[in-house]
């Protein structure tokens, strides 16, 4: 195995030991951030003379070939170097030749490293916000279509008051909106450059870290060095927010499995998103959503294991760490997978408007709007809800609509209770009027769509 060390040792390293040390297996991928960091690096070597300008520019030369081939896909892991940091310190002495060596001054594995995982973790986190906010443009087209459609909102997964179909998916929208705040505080917090903490106390040499920092848009140099090349709070706090990133689209996947299936019957998934049985002919599956709330558990387990693995480490570096990319990298690949799925099935999903129609027929869903007509009556909220209650018990009991009911029986529950209470049982009126701020009704739905769509066309 390719090492970037050895010297000190007067045996090889057990073979089984190498390959159980060996992180070139997933930590590859970091290899163009670690170009990308070593270029800077190089750069400032050479400006504040601590190697030659000659051999920077030699450096920067052979850092950029490599980079471009990086981006060509004509390279491949050299499966006998330790990791990405030697891999790619083999291809530059290929490049350059022995001024290859001068490249590592004034840095170690232990800032490198911290280094090529905040690029990282920084690119994949604007492809997510990026992407979220793509998803939130797609629901949000669905909601604008769909603004006149009132469907029965739930609690405890039982009917309970009418909404309008759009004020439902706007909650979708909320939800990712906090998502998306919760990456970009991650990723503000890590916009901090590591690199020139070396192995824990920093250098001797005249380096000019805030050089490197302009040249890799950081804003912040990190200020301690033990804390700098022991820190994954990134890592851990950009696990957490996609732990409730992932938490919300598995919800979001739920109510479209419920909605779509046969005893809910409000929406329909295109065929493109759906799969089949390989013994039951006629099914159409939700695989995808399925799989999106499967992966939830994944991506909770991956915050777990890196909060393990930090929990009893004392400062500064160990090797423990070395533990910390696989869950990283796997949770930001399946959370970009699901963003994707999500997308296309809200794109081909198809409502149901005679099944949204039939299920607010359900009068049970206008107990709270009786309440509020009594109250208008002058009924105190709890008189009212006494009245309303005993109002469709009565109902249920004797399987009669409130349509049917004679003007005697109406005020045999109260007086307040006039026939022109069956006027509120409409689906249309029930989620039109009810418009405090944040509520389903017209105006403030609205309100609603208009702030979303300045937000999701970037005016906001």
Same mark, same amino acid.
């Not at 992407?131 to 739930?154: C, D, F, H, N, W």
């Given at each position: 195995?390719?090492?970037?060390?050895?010297?000190?040792?007067?045996?090889?390293?057990?073979?089984?030991?190498?390959?159980?040390?060996?992180?070139?297996?997933?930590?590859?991928?970091?290899?163009?951030?670690?170009?990308?960091?070593?270029?800077?690096?190089?750069?400032?070597?050479?400006?504040?003379?601590?190697?030659?300008?000659?051999?920077?520019?030699?450096?920067?030369?052979?850092?950029?070939?490599?980079?471009?081939?990086?981006?060509?896909?004509?390279?491949?892991?050299?499966?006998?170097?330790?990791?990405?940091?030697?891999?790619?310190?083999?291809?530059?002495?290929?490049?350059?030749?022995?001024?290859?060596?001068?490249?590592?001054?004034?840095?170690?594995?232990?800032?490198?490293?911290?280094?090529?995982?905040?690029?990282?973790?920084?690119?994949?986190?604007?492809?997510?916000?990026?992407?979220?906010?793509?998803?939130?443009?797609?629901?949000?087209?669905?909601?604008?279509?769909?603004?006149?459609?009132?469907?029965?909102?739930?609690?405890?997964?039982?009917?309970?008051?009418?909404?309008?179909?759009?004020?439902?998916?706007?909650?979708?929208?909320?939800?990712?909106?906090?998502?998306?705040?919760?990456?970009?505080?991650?990723?503000?917090?890590?916009?901090?450059?590591?690199?020139?903490?070396?192995?824990?106390?920093?250098?001797?040499?005249?380096?000019?870290?805030?050089?490197?920092?302009?040249?890799?848009?950081?804003?912040?140099?990190?200020?301690?060095?033990?804390?700098?090349?022991?820190?994954?709070?990134?890592?851990?706090?950009?696990?957490?927010?996609?732990?409730?990133?992932?938490?919300?689209?598995?919800?979001?996947? *739920?109510?479209?499995?419920?909605? %779509? #299936?046969?005893? =809910? &019957?409000?929406? @329909?998934?295109?065929?493109? !998103?759906?799969? +089949?049985?390989?013994?039951?002919?006629?099914?159409?599956?939700?695989?995808?959503? *399925?799989?999106?709330?499967?992966? %939830? #558990?994944?991506? =909770? &387990?991956?915050? @777990?294991?890196?909060?393990? !693995?930090?929990? +009893?480490?004392?400062?500064?570096?160990?090797?423990?760490?070395?533990?910390?990319? *696989?869950?990283?990298?796997?949770?930001?690949?399946?959370?970009? &997978?699901?963003?994707?799925?999500?997308?296309? !099935?809200?794109? +081909?999903?198809?409502?149901?408007?005679?099944?949204?129609?039939?299920?607010?027929?359900?009068?049970?869903?206008?107990?709270?709007?009786?309440?509020?007509?009594?109250?208008?009556?002058?009924?105190?909220?709890?008189?009212?809800?006494?009245?309303?209650?005993?109002?469709?018990?009565?109902?249920?009991?004797?399987?009669?609509?409130?349509?049917?009911?004679?003007?005697?029986?109406?005020?045999?529950?109260?007086?307040?209770?006039?026939?022109?209470?069956?006027?509120?049982?409409?689906?249309?009126?029930?989620?039109?009027?009810?418009?405090?701020?944040?509520?389903?009704?017209?105006?403030?739905?609205?309100?609603?769509?208009?702030?979303?769509?300045?937000?999701?066309?970037?005016?906001?």
């Amino acid at each position: 195995m390719t090492k970037l060390w050895g010297t000190r040792f007067g045996k090889k390293t057990n073979r089984r030991i190498e390959e159980l040390t060996s992180s070139l297996a997933f930590d590859a991928r970091l290899a163009p951030y670690d170009v990308e960091g070593s270029i800077a690096h190089a750069q400032m070597l050479g400006k504040t003379r601590v190697i030659s300008r000659a051999d920077s520019d030699r450096l920067v030369k052979g850092l950029g070939r490599i980079q471009k081939k990086l981006a060509q896909g004509r390279l491949r892991p050299d499966p006998r170097a330790e990791d990405v940091h030697t891999w790619i310190q083999g291809l530059l002495e290929k490049e350059v030749g022995r001024v290859a060596g001068r490249l590592h001054t004034a840095r170690s594995r232990n800032d490198q490293i911290v280094l090529d995982e905040k690029l990282y973790v920084r690119a994949e986190g604007q492809k997510i916000l990026s992407g979220i906010r793509s998803l939130q443009g797609v629901i949000l087209a669905l909601a604008q279509r769909e603004r006149k459609t009132v469907i029965p909102g739930y609690t405890h997964l039982r009917r309970a008051q009418c909404v309008r179909l759009s004020h439902h998916l706007l909650a979708y929208l909320e939800m990712l909106e906090r998502d998306r705040g919760r990456v970009q505080g991650c990723l503000g917090r890590a916009d901090e450059l590591p690199l020139g903490a070396c192995a824990l106390s920093g250098t001797a040499l005249p380096i000019d870290r805030h050089q490197v920092a302009r040249a890799l848009k950081f804003t912040r140099v990190s200020a301690n060095s033990m804390d700098t090349v022991s820190d994954r709070d990134f890592i851990v706090e950009f696990l957490g927010a996609l732990c409730l990133f992932s938490l919300h689209l598995s919800r979001m996947a *739920e109510d479209l499995i419920l909605w %779509t #299936g046969e005893e =809910f &019957g409000l929406a @329909l998934l295109d065929e493109s !998103v759906e799969t +089949g049985s390989s013994i039951m002919p006629h099914k159409m599956n939700p695989d995808p959503l *399925e799989l999106v709330r499967g992966m %939830t #558990g994944r991506i =909770f &387990g991956n915050h @777990l294991a890196l909060l393990v !693995v930090l929990k +009893g480490l004392p400062l500064t570096y160990s090797r423990d760490l070395q533990h910390d990319k *696989e869950p990283l990298f796997d949770s930001v690949d399946q959370v970009k &997978g699901a963003l994707d799925m999500m997308a296309q !099935v809200f794109k +081909g999903l198809r409502i149901r408007h005679a099944r949204a129609r039939v299920l607010t027929q359900d009068e049970a869903l206008y107990s709270v709007d009786i309440v509020e007509f009594l109250i208008r009556k002058g009924l105190s909220y709890r008189e009212a809800h006494d009245v309303t209650g005993r109002l469709i018990r009565h109902l249920s009991q004797h399987g009669k609509p409130l349509r049917d009911m004679s003007k005697e029986a109406l005020r045999g529950f109260s007086p307040a209770l006039t026939p022109d209470v069956k006027g509120i049982i409409n689906p249309v009126l029930s989620a039109g009027r009810r418009n405090s701020f944040g509520g389903t009704g017209d105006r403030s739905l609205g309100h609603a769509l208009r702030l979303w769509k300045k937000r999701c066309s970037g005016h906001a």
